[in-house]
């Protein structure tokens, strides 16, 4: 769910990358860069 940068974000907007990432399956991913700033970095 997209939310407005002054809210604060919830364990399910980001769980699900977080899942991905620690899958077997992402093996390949050695460097990754993740932004869960809500956008207040960009």
């Known amino acids: 769910m997209l939310r407005h940068s002054a809210?604060?974000?919830e364990?399910?907007?980001i769980g699900g990358v977080v899942a991905a990432?620690?899958?077997p399956e992402m093996g390949w991913v050695?460097?990754?860069r993740?932004?869960?700033?809500g956008?207040?970095?960009l």
């Open 7 to 9: 809210e604060q974000g």
């Open 34 to 37: 993740i932004e869960a700033s």
């Open 30 to 32: 050695i460097t990754q």
């Open 21 to 23: 990432l620690c899958s």
């Open 11 to 13: 364990a399910d907007d």
């Open 39 to 41: 956008g207040m970095l």
